[in-house]
């Protein structure tokens, strides 16, 4: 499985974003999909996943309101709305893939994911 991100880029405070994440495997729909986002300096943290059918999701508290996380399974694309950004969320932001069982839920864990695309940089100006 390879995962390829887009959509980055350099934006003001209260842009809006919208980053993509296509996956070249089979099966797309039987992995829980996460985003990710690291910060010069900073651990990597869990920004937002979404289940197999799409229809849970979880996301970390400081995005909850302006960010949404959604998939295509039929185009085996998993997206990250960004809306009212903020410097705070300059990172750089990755998706991963967790080929996990199938009751399992949405994990905020990154270890937990198995596969994981190169990262494309958000970057936001007060």
């Known amino acids: 499985v390879q995962l390829q991100a887009s959509g980055g880029g350099l934006v003001q405070a209260g842009d809006s974003l919208r980053l993509s994440c296509k996956s070249s495997?089979?099966?797309?729909?039987?992995?829980?999909m996460g985003w990710f986002r690291q910060a010069p300096g900073k651990e990597r943290e869990f920004v937002a996943g979404v289940s197999r059918g799409g229809g849970g999701t979880v996301y970390e508290d400081s995005v909850k309101g302006r960010f949404t996380i959604s998939r295509d399974n039929a185009k085996n694309t998993v997206y990250l709305q960004m809306n009212s950004l903020k410097p705070e969320d300059t990172a750089v932001y990755y998706c991963a893939a967790d080929r996990a069982i199938m009751t399992a839920p949405v994990t905020t864990d990154a270890s937990e994911y198995d596969y994981w695309g190169q990262g494309t940089q958000v970057t936001v100006s007060s």
């Open positions: 495997g089979r099966s797309f729909n039987l992995f829980v």
